[in-house]
C-alpha cells in the first residue's frame, strides 16, 4: 500500500504561481510512476502531470511550458510548480502513483487539494 498526502493548494490571482507537494509514504519501493491529475466541477478527472522512476515527464499539451513536475527522492515528495495559472486550472488537483506487479497495475490516489484562480 502507498499513501499521498497532497498540500500547496490555495486561491491565486490569474498569471501567479502555486506549487503542490504530494508526499508518499509506505510500499514506496514499488511505485513505477507518480503523477497529478485534475478534476473541474461537471468535468471528468484529467491527466495533468507524470514522472517515472527513471525521471521522465510527460505533460498534458494544455499545461505545458507553465507547468513542471519534478520529485525529491530523499523526501519521497513529488512536486507540481504551475505558473502563469488561467481559471480555467481551477480545479481539485490530486496525486496519483501507480505499481505494476505481474501485468497487474494498482492505483493509489491522494485526498485531493483545491487550486482556485480568480480572474
Known amino acids: 500500500q502507498v499513501q499521498l498526502v497532497e498540500s500547496g493548494g490555495g486561491l491565486v490571482q490569474a498569471g501567479g504561481s502555486l506549487r503542490l507537494s504530494c508526499a508518499a509514504s509506505?510500499?514506496?519501493?514499488?511505485?513505477?510512476?507518480m503523477g497529478w491529475y485534475r478534476q473541474a466541477p461537471g468535468k471528468q478527472r484529467e491527466f495533468i502531470a507524470m514522472i517515472t522512476r527513471g525521471g521522465s515527464t510527460n505533460y498534458v499539451d494544455s499545461v505545458k511550458g507553465r507547468f513542471t513536475i519534478s520529485r525529491d527522492n530523499a523526501k519521497n515528495t513529488v512536486y507540481l510548480q504551475m505558473s502563469s495559472l488561467k481559471p480555467e486550472d481551477t480545479a481539485v488537483y490530486y496525486c496519483?502513483?501507480?505499481?505494476?506487479?505481474?501485468?497487474?497495475?494498482?492505483?493509489?490516489w491522494g485526498q485531493g487539494t483545491q487550486v482556485t484562480v480568480s480572474s
Open positions: 509506505g510500499s514506496i519501493f514499488s511505485i513505477n510512476a
Open positions: 496519483n502513483a501507480y505499481s505494476v506487479l505481474s501485468d497487474h497495475r494498482s492505483d493509489y
